[in-house]
């Protein structure tokens, strides 16, 4: 027998199993705890709970280190691609050359969308925030894939991946196009994944679109960057609606939904505007002492996980600098006041006892700027990137035998049971 845990409560003691993984903190199985002991465990927002087993991602926060399948991000972002790191994630190995040219054609043949789903688009306002169409569309791709909708057959479950790796480009261009009133630009065969997604964005009827390659591997770094990151919110949502059989792209709809809130995927449009409400370095003094008063929080900082620098901070910080100066931006006002911001709070003591490091989202705000994109678009592009991290997850999970519906209980200090008084009578 390995290691247990003893709790003691109410007079008697429950032993139970200490679970070991990898890496990282060993896990106290308590799933015999509550017929063991008539007692649940308490732990909300789960700062202390581990949800599930996984083999995909592995982060140690107070070492800054972030693992795909083993792999590093730094070197992933320095070596891989973001398709190449999306069939790591679903497969749990790099390809070989004719994996990955197999892998590559099954997305590139399902980047279009049904001409039908078009339509979805011309309900919403021009001035729809493009995650909630994101929400909406992505949503209602499960109403047109009937052949892959059972979770059961794994054949049916990879092509749901492809489908929705394939397809969530075309559909985040399709919900900046709605938002400017431009046409739809349909995928071509003969980009690369990230080169297809610029154009979808940026390219008009009128005039011929050159990609500028600098900026596609910026956003292909950037894709890799966002692409898994363990039990956060929005992944730890798509598996608790996958865990009921609920289909896949409903969850990964659900997903979208979570990871738009501004302490969560919404953190880089919310980073940006903060830079831009402070300005100039000047400001920044001010700034500083108003988050010290609990009056705001410092956007693009801290992270449930990372108490130490975010691993992707560095590679985002890298990349933004690389883009400034490929459209000539280098001087951009927002960068000098991103980078006097981080020198101030990685000296304050304030930040450094919170353990309050950069995180993704601090740079990436004013990087997408740079790439063209106005901010209530950079959230769709982490979800966009996040896709496969939610498919891969979800996967995982509907494989794994020990997985049953997710159903938390709860602490219940409400009122005690009493008897329905007539209006008459209150
Ligand atoms: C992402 O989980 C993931 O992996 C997420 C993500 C992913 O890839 O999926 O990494 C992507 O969501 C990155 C995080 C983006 N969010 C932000 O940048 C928003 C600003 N950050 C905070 O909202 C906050 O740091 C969280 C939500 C990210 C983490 O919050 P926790 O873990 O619940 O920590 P906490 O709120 O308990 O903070 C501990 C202390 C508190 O101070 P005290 O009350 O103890 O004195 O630090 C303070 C907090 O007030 N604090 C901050 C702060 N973040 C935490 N104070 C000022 N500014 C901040 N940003």
Not at 16 to 34: E, M, Q, S
Not at 73 to 78: K, M, P, Y
Not at 121 to 128: H, L, S, V
Not at 178 to 187: D, H, I, M
Request: glycine share 8%.
């Amino acid at each position: 027998m390995g290691d247990t845990a003893k709790i003691g409560i109410g007079g008697s003691t429950v032993e139970l199993p200490v679970l070991k993984g990898t890496a990282g903190p060993d896990v106290v199985d308590i799933r015999k705890l509550y017929s063991g002991a008539d007692v649940f465990t308490y732990d909300p927002g789960f700062t202390s709970t581990a949800s599930c087993e996984s083999k995909i991602t592995f982060i140690d926060g107070d070492q800054g280190i972030l693992l795909h399948r083993g792999y590093p991000i730094d070197q992933l972002a320095e070596k891989s691609s973001f398709l190449e790191v999306c069939y790591l994630l679903l497969h749990g190995e790099l390809p070989t050359a004719a994996e990955y040219a197999e892998f590559e054609h099954n997305i590139t043949y399902h980047t279009m969308v049904h001409e039908q789903f078009d339509r979805f688009f011309q309900g919403f306002r021009r001035d729809a925030h493009p995650m909630a169409i994101m929400v909406g569309a992505v949503g209602a791709l499960s109403a047109f894939y009937h052949d892959s909708t059972n979770i059961d057959d794994p054949e049916q479950r990879m092509i749901s991946a492809h489908r929705m790796i394939a397809k969530i480009p075309t559909i985040a261009a399709r919900a900046y196009k709605y938002s400017l009133g431009q046409p739809f630009v349909y995928p071509r065969n003969d980009c690369s994944y990230a080169e297809n997604f610029l154009r979808m964005c940026f390219s008009v009827p009128a005039e011929d679109w050159k990609p500028n390659p600098v900026l596609t591997r910026a956003m292909d770094r950037i894709f890799i960057l966002h692409a898994d990151h363990e039990q956060n919110a929005s992944t730890s949502t798509v598996r608790l609606a996958g865990s009921s059989g609920a289909n896949p792209f409903a969850c990964i709809a659900a997903g979208i939904a979570s990871l738009w809130g501004p302490k969560h995927g919404g953190a880089n449009e919310e980073a940006l505007n903060m830079l831009k409400e402070i300005g100039t370095v000047e400001n920044i003094p001010d700034f500083v002492k108003g988050v010290k008063n609990r009056e705001r929080l410092l956007m693009g900082f801290g992270h449930r996980v990372y108490k130490n620098y975010d691993p992707r901070a560095k590679v985002m910080q890298t990349t933004c600098h690389e883009v400034l100066a490929a459209v000539g931006h280098s001087n951009d006002p927002l960068l000098k006041v991103a980078m006097e911001l981080e020198k101030i709070a990685l000296s304050d003591e304030f930040f450094i006892e919170r353990k309050l490091y950069p995180n993704v989202d601090f740079y990436s705000g004013i990087t997408l700027r740079a790439l063209g994109f106005p901010p209530e678009m950079f959230t769709v592009l982490f979800a966009l990137a996040r896709t496969v991290g939610w498919i891969a997850q979800w996967k995982e999970m509907i494989e794994d035998p020990s997985q049953k519906i997710g159903r938390p209980r709860q602490l219940y200090t409400g009122a005690p049971q009493r008897d329905y008084v007539a209006v008459e009578k209150r």
